[in-house]
Structure formats: C-alpha cells, structure tokens
C-alpha cells in the first residue's frame, strides 16, 4: 500500500560473522514506498547487551505502561520477566534503546522487579518497582449546572483506596470569563482520600465552558459547565399536564411469499490466451478490515473477552473452524478458576466450556489453549486467546426502555446493575450509528442514565448494549438485561385501558361478603437464598444499634462480614424462625471512618456468600455526628456594612463544608474556618442595602449532615439598619416559680398590656423551706404599650394569584388602610376588614403576572400614624414565582419496617429545609433533603417504622417562602402497607 516515500520498509538479516564465533552482523536492508532498495546497512556487535537506563522505573498493578531502556548493543534483544505475573508486550529493539509495554497483574509481588534483556551475545538486568493499583478518582457534579453569580463546592475524592504518594490536583477553565476557581491546586496527602482544602468554583457570567482537572499520578478529568439562569416554569392551565394519549398503530398487509431458486450454475471456467492486451484501469485503493489466510484448524473469537473475580458458572465459547478435534480445553496460569465439562457443536465450529472464577482469583490476562491428539489448535491472532479477570466488572441488570423508536432525539435511558461507575464508553452492538451521551452514575454504581439518539434510518431489530469502566467491559452476550430493540413509529390508536382495582372477598357464617381492596409493593423473584436490605442503612460513629438485614432463606445463616471492617465490633447473629431476618447488633468506633460499607452473610457451608437482590441492598453507610449550633456572636448583622466575623458556636462542627443563611436575600457567607477541636467556626457575613431586615437562620453543612434551619435563639441573627445599643449577653440558670398555699387574689386583665422596654430588678430571697420550685420552659416574651401587630399570614405569595392577608395583633380597630413597600405590582382591591375585638385584620391582595420577585414590607395606616410589628420579620411579605407544589412523589408505597428513597417532584421546591409526614406517626425523614439545581425535584431518606400502622400520609414540604398543599390528593400521598 502506497503511503509515502518517506517512509521506508526495512528488513533484518542476524548471522555471525565468519570467522569471529562470538561476533553477530546486523544487516539491514532500507526500501523506498515502490520497493526497491535503496540502501544496505551493517551493524557488527560482539558485546552482550548494556542497560544504562530504564524510564519510566515505577509500574502500577493493573495497568499497562510504555517502558524505554537505553544501553548498548540492544540489537533483537527480548525481555524476559520475573514471574508469569507481568506480561511483556510490543517490544521494538534497536540497537540503542528497546521500548516495550509492561503488564503487572494482581499477584505482582509490590517492590523492586527484575527484568532479564537477552540477545543471542548475552544477557543484562534491570530493576523497576512495582507499586499497588491506583485509586479511583470521583469529582463530582459533573456536568456541572450553575447559575450565573452562584458558586458549586466540588466533591472530589479517591475511591478503592488512599494512595502511596501525594497527589496534586490542579484546575483551570477552558474560559476564565465564564468561570473561576478558587483555589486552583489542591493536594490529596499520601495516605488520605480528600483534598487538604475546598475547591469552590463560581459562575460570572452565562455560557458553556469546561473546567479541567490535572492530576500528578492519576488520569486527569475535563467536566463540562453549562451556566444558564434559572428555571422559569410555565404559566397558565395545563402547563405540565395534557390528557390520554392514544396510539392508532396500522398493521400491514403481510407480503405473499415467492420462493425462488435455487439455481445451479455450471463450472466457470477462465480462458488464457494472446490477444489484444486489455486497456489497464487504476483501481483506488479500497479500505477493509484485516484478511487472514490460515491452514488447517483454528481457532478466531473467544466469548466473553472479561470476567469477574467471583463469578460463574459462565460460558466460555470459543468459535474457529475444525474444533471438532479438540479434547481438552485450559487456561494458563490456571489458579483459582475451575473448568467443567467440555460441549462441541457439531459442525466443529465452535466450543463451550463452563467457567467459574474465585473470589480469590488474582486479576490480569488468561490464556486459553486448545489441545488436540496431534498438539494445539492456533489462534488468529496474538490478543485472540486471552481473557481477561477483573474485579467489580459492569454488570447490567436491566435497561428502560426496552423498546426504541426510530427518529428519538436525546431519548433517556436508565441502566441498572452492579459496577457502573467510572464509565469510559457506552456501546451499542452491533454498531450502526446510534450514541449514548451525557452519563450520570449514581455514587454506588447501581444506576447510570444517558441520552440515546436513534437515527431516522437507523437498522430495525435487537441491540445489545455494552459499558467499558476502567474496571473491564460488561458482556456482550446479548440477554433479556443487556438488550433492547429498534422498531418503527407508532401509527394506529388504542383506546386506554383502565382496569378497576382488585379486591378480595371474604365470606363466614357469621359474616356478610364485604370487599377489601389490596396494594401490594414491587414484586420480585428470587431462587433460593436472598439479601432484600437493610434496617438501618446507616449508623453513626461512636454509636450502637441493632442492624437487621432483610430477606428469606436466612434461617441457616453462620457468619457476617463487613467490608471494610475498620471501627466495627458486631455482637451474635440471631435470625427468625421464618428466615426473613436476622439481626446483629453493631457497635461504631467513633473513629470509624465514614465510608460505605459492605454487609455480607456467610452461607452454613462456611464459604459461600448470600447473593443479594442489588448492589445496594447490603450497602450500610458510617456518617459523622449530626453537627448543631448552641451559639452564635455577634448575632445581629447592620446592612450595607463592611463583613463581619461571626463566630459559630456548636458540636461536631468538624470538617463544616459550608456555612448558608435562610432566607439567603441580600445576605452572603464566606467559607468558614473550623477550630481544631470541631467546636466553633468564624465566617465572614454581609448583607446589602437592600437586603429584608429581620430575623435569618444560619445553617452550617457537613459531610455528616446539616445543622437545624428551625430558628431558634441559638441559631438566628438578625438583619439591622443600625444598632443604637449594645447590651453584653447575660447567662443565666433556669428560672423557676415559686408556689405558696395561699395565692391570693389575682387581679382581674382584660386586655393584653404593652409599654416601653422595663428591667428587671431580682432580690433574692431565702427558700422556705416548705417551699418547691420546677423549672418551667417557656417562649420569648415581650412586652409592649399600645397598639400592636405581631404577625402576617401566608408570608408569602405567588404571581398572578389572589390572596386574603391575614394580620395578627392587639388594637388593630384603628387601622384605615394598608399598603405594601414597594407596592409594584400588587393592588389591594378594598379597604381592610377587621374584627370586633381588634386581634385580627384581612385584607385582599391581588399579585399580578408580571410583579417584581422580592420581599414587600405590610404597612398598617392609621389616621395619624403606622401601627408597628412586634418583630420586623414579621412584617415581610415574600412575592415568589409560584409556591411550592408537588406534582409527583416516588414510590407511592412501602412496606412497613422498609427504609426508602423518596423522590419528591413539583415546581418552586428551592430551599426545602423540611419534608413532613401526616399523620407522622413511626415515620421519619432520617436525612437533610437534596434539591436539584432547577428546584423541580427534592430526594430524601424515609424510614418506616417496624410496626407502623398501615395507611395514607400526606407528604408536605416547607420552603423558605412558604409550604405545599396539605390537602390529599394523588399527587402527594403515600401509602404504608404491611406484609
């Protein structure tokens, strides 16, 4: 093939020199791209071989590296490695340098390594140093979606394991207009799995770049950013929700058959002659795959090319041609992997033979060799004969949808099954077009999501879908969970059908027919022994509890394993008469580190594990101390000012990620310092001019959850326009009341009573003795002189809506009017109403389409003056896009005793701090909620108490600007059920 003629072609010859035993020629022969020679080049060595150098020295477990040795007299020399453990490959010997691949397997032994160079003059040495398998790298959101002005904290972390040497992660974005970062390198320490410090990113401006991430002994990462406003759901009827579709699907005349042929032909023959030589044609090159030529039998493909440390019996088939005369079937080295029986199809061309791999089994490449009477089959190729083990390989479980139309753009497709994180490729066999995009992966590995683009002309029929991680690569082998298939579009209706629910009915003597409707939860299938979950799936350090793992078939269970079990003592395993659980109780170090962790039960065989129904439902979770906040000084913060420090006092407080304020208008905090000892953190704090003055809650994350949003005078700070006096605060013990027998008359209020600010003036006087005192609690109280408004409900509204105001209060008869500051886009359509005793006023608000977003002061107008609110905070009224709403929740049901991942959907859910249950009876949320960037989806762990009573709760959320409908309805019910 003509490439060039640059290039050249050049041929080896090796023979001694005559005469001279131990002398070799090394003659070389250069061509041109036609082929004809151009040159001859002798090269005489009597000397064994020199390494002077070998680079890079350090090779990693379980990956291949290119190696260059420089020396002398280097001419044909081959490698020979210490043990079978490292594969040498690709090796190219020039007479100075050879340059080679290098593969170190699992059981390669981690230290110094000897590599023999031999050429047929002699023999050298040269060491390197193996060093363990690197970790995993997980930074994530990636894709990150930001909002321009807003900054992402990133979570960037190693996975399998810390690392032997110091890593330096540096970052830069591909566009520093768009983006930034502070700070921009990190040090992961040797023996540590997080960065020393917090990457923070933040969006200046809107666009789409990208942030690249450059690790010193590890792969780098480039994460997407897309920086786009928030948001903006629909408005007006039937925004989210249109009504049944039907699909009207035309079936197609079947075509008559004709059966044609078959023909037979009479031998070609080609007749060779002289004659007119024929005009000769230039024929372009034409690209095709590789052609071989082989002689007698051989073998081509071997399925599956990967398989997983502990799994089988699986199928290996080998297909080739003249297998037929195969009897026996191994595999070098052959540790930890049994054979069974040998099936050969009957045409010869192929074979099958059962497979299972040890839990034990080290990782790296297999050889497969086939034997026959007269020696062994060949293989095609040099790579044709090797399978490869891996641990934690990608399994697919199932996918969604199984059916794809033709003409699909960004189609969304779910992967369930084990191992799929780390994904470097998504597959889809055979290959004709279509392109998976976009993964996200759940931290587990157990979900991975992408979009899937079918092409209008995209072949009809049966896909197989195959993930490669940096683990290996999942099975090609097509099955009922790796497969979908590509059909036309929909074209003919049916009508929806709607199937009323089943019931049972029982009947006795004494009893009359009666219906009971039944729900059950998701139903599965399982033979023999299972794992279904556990309860709880997490635990905090320093810590006991009583874990019950969930299942059938456990009554025989012998042992339990934690992997890893650093920081965990476990007690006596007991389980059921029935099998269905067995408990253990589990005590956490509070220096357990905090990592997911394994759970597995040993079979009454003492070897074998007890499979699981997924790869979560044995996964337990270690989680630091919930953090809190008992104090915070100073707690007052003046608008418009310069930051100031404020210091967070509270408990486990250690490793605090982020310190926010709610409601967050107008108001910003810096990262906080955390002290040595986890017991305080400063934070700088400002607020703008504009920013609502009142009371705000400061909320502190950690890794292990976040402090209380409930407001409380531990945690609030209040945003002022100016402090005209500052009063240092005064601890003091619990108050108490005294009680005597007498109590005397009590003079007789009619009212409640407001004045100007009173002290308090406290003489002790001697207990009695006959005298007791309890400690009471009670909530602030203030006291005030006149008239007075104390609060508003709802404190906030939505765009184009109508609303009643509600304000609380005392002597609210003297109120003429009420207007809102600033009042853009809000009109009180009448004057106020008030009741008869002055407590209570209601006024109608209408908001329109187009309001300005923002918090609004209520102002009550009397003849001559304002009636004030107690409390500032009080005044402020929210106008948001809309209120939260929940349009979905996930699942629906669950089984009493279960812990489940409720998935909660709607519009305006930003900030949710709370999600509640009614009634709330043995439920309980067990973590802070997440909420997505768009705020359209809220995740949350719900534990169902054991004996929890069956029926429907109603799922309420509680944002900063107000809560969800707690009406029921099928949007936001939930159904506890029992077995």
Do not use: C, W
């Not at 052609?291 to 297909?319: K, L, Q, R, W």
Request: negative net charge; without cysteine.
């Amino acid at each position: 093939m003509r490439k060039g003629l640059h290039q050249l072609l050049v041929l080896f010859l090796i023979f001694p020199l005559l005469g001279q035993a131990e002398t070799r020629v090394f003659t070389e022969f250069v061509y041109d791209a036609s082929g004809n020679i151009i040159g001859i080049q002798r090269d005489v060595s009597a000397n064994p071989p020199v390494i002077n150098s070998l680079a890079p020295g350090v090779v990693r477990i379980g990956q291949t590296f290119s190696l260059t040795a420089l020396g002398l007299d280097l001419r044909s020399a081959d490698i020979t490695p210490q043990d079978d453990t490292v594969i040498i490959s690709n090796i190219n010997a020039g007479s100075e340098n050879v340059v080679f691949n290098v593969f170190a397997g699992a059981a390669t032994p981690i230290g110094a390594y000897t590599l023999a160079f031999t050429t047929p003059l002699g023999s050298t040495t040269a060491d390197i140093i193996i060093q363990p398998r690197a970790p995993g790298l997980i930074i994530g959101p990636s894709p990150l979606a930001i909002v321009p002005g807003s900054s992402q904290t990133l979570d960037i972390r190693l996975s399998g394991g810390v690392d032997i040497a110091d890593n330096v992660f540096t970052f830069s974005a591909a566009n520093t207009s768009l983006l930034s970062i502070a700070p921009e390198t990190v040090i992961i320490p040797q023996g540590d799995t997080v960065p020393d410090q917090t990457v923070t990113v933040t969006a200046l401006a809107a666009g789409t770049t990208s942030l690249s991430i450059s690790v010193s002994n590890l792969p780098g990462v480039i994460i997407p950013v897309f920086i786009t406003g928030q948001f903006v759901p629909p408005q007006g009827d039937n925004q989210f929700f249109a009504p049944n579709l039907g699909v009207e699907i035309e079936i197609p005349d079947e075509p008559e058959l004709v059966e044609i042929g078959p023909f037979a032909a009479r031998p070609l023959a080609i007749l060779l002659g002289e004659g007119v030589q024929a005009e000769q044609n230039n024929i372009t090159p034409i690209v095709s795959s590789n052609v071989g030529i082989a002689v007698g039998n051989i073998a081509t493909v071997v399925s599956p090319a990967e398989m997983a440390v502990g799994s089988g019996p699986i199928d290996i088939v080998v297909t080739g041609v003249g297998l037929g005369s195969v009897t026996a079937v191994s595999i070098i080295p052959a540790d930890d992997i049994s054979l069974a029986s040998l099936s050969i199809a009957a045409d010869g061309q192929s074979l099958t033979i059962p497979a299972t791999i040890a839990e034990t089994a080290a990782e790296g490449l297999r050889q497969i060799v086939l034997t026959t009477a007269n020696g062994n089959i060949a293989f095609a190729g040099s790579d044709t004969d090797r399978i490869n083990i891996a641990i934690n390989l990608p399994v697919i479980e199932s996918i969604n949808p199984i059916v794809v139309v033709r003409n699909s753009d960004r189609l969304a497709v779910t992967v369930r099954g084990q191992n799929l994180d780390n994904v470097q490729s998504i597959d889809i066999l055979p290959a004709t077009g279509m392109v998976g995009n976009n993964p996200q992966v759940l931290l587990d590995g157990s979900m991975l999501t992408f979009d899937l683009s079918v092409p209008a002309d995209e072949p009809l029929g049966q896909r197989v879908l195959a993930l490669t991680t940096d683990a290996g690569i999942s099975t090609d082998v097509a099955s009922s969970a790796n497969s979908f298939e590509v059909v036309n579009g929909p074209v003919a209706t049916l009508t929806p059908i709607i199937a009323p629910t089943l019931g049972i009915e029982i009947a006795s003597d004494n009893q009359t027919l009666s219906d009971l409707q039944i729900r059950s939860n998701n139903l599965g299938v399982s033979l023999g022994d299972v794992i279904t979950g556990l309860t709880p799936d997490q635990g905090r350090i320093g810590t006991e509890l009583t874990l019950t793992i969930n299942g059938s078939g456990l009554q025989s269970v012998a042992d339990i394993i934690i992997t890893p079990d650093t920081g965990i003592t476990t007690g006596v395993l007991t389980a059921n008469a029935q099998g269905t659980q067995v408990t253990v109780d589990v005590t956490i170090a509070v220096d357990a580190p905090e990592t997911l962790r394994r759970i597995d039960l040993v079979n009454v065989d003492l070897v074998s594990l007890i499979p699981v129904v997924s790869s979560s439902a044995n996964r337990f979770l270690i989680v630091g101390n919930q953090p809190a906040v008992t104090a915070i000084t100073p707690n007052f913060i003046i608008r418009d000012a310069a930051p100031v420090l404020v210091t967070v006092i509270g408990d486990f407080l250690d490793s605090a990620t982020a310190v926010s304020i709610q409601p967050p208008q107008g108001v910003s905090a810096s990262a906080p310092v955390v002290a040595a000892n986890g017991r305080s953190l400063t934070v700088n704090i400002s607020a703008t001019t504009d920013a609502p003055l009142g009371q705000r809650v400061i909320v502190v994350s950690t890794p292990a959850g976040d402090t209380s949003a409930i407001a409380s005078a531990a945690n609030s700070l209040t945003i002022a326009n100016i402090i005209s006096a500052q009063v240092t605060p005064i601890i003091a013990p619990a108050l108490g009341v005294q009680r005597q027998a007498d109590a005397g008359t009590q003079p007789t209020i009619d009212r409640l009573v407001t004045s100007a600010q009173l002290g308090v003036e406290v003489e002790i006087i001697p207990q009695p003795s006959t005298s007791t005192f309890n400690n009471l609690g009670f909530t602030q109280l203030g006291m005030v002189v006149g008239d007075i408004a104390t609060s508003i409900s709802p404190s906030a509204v939505a765009l184009n809506s109508i609303v009643t105001l509600t304000v609380n209060g005392v002597g609210l008869t003297s109120v003429t009017s009420v207007s809102l500051n600033p009042s853009d886009g809000i009109t009180i359509s009448a004057p106020p109403t008030i009741n008869a005793d002055g407590t209570q006023l209601t006024v109608d608000l209408n908001i329109a389409s187009d309001a300005p977003i923002g918090a609004r002061q209520v102002v009550l107008n009397t003849i001559d003056s304002r009636i004030v609110f107690a409390n500032s905070a009080q005044s402020q009224l929210n106008v948001v896009t809309a209120m939260p709403q929940i349009d979905s929740i996930n699942p629906i049901q669950a089984v009493a005793g279960n812990t489940v991942e409720l998935i909660i959907r709607g519009i305006s859910l930003d900030g949710t701090t709370t999600v509640a249950a009614t009634p709330a009876n043995d439920i309980t949320f067990a973590t802070s909620p997440f909420v997505n960037v768009s705020g359209t989806e809220v995740t949350i762990q719900m534990n169902i108490a054991t004996g929890a009573t069956a029926g429907p709760r109603v799922i309420t959320i509680i944002t900063p600007v107000g809560a969800s409908d707690s009406t029921a309805s099928s949007a936001n019910t939930f159904t506890v059920v029992t077995n």
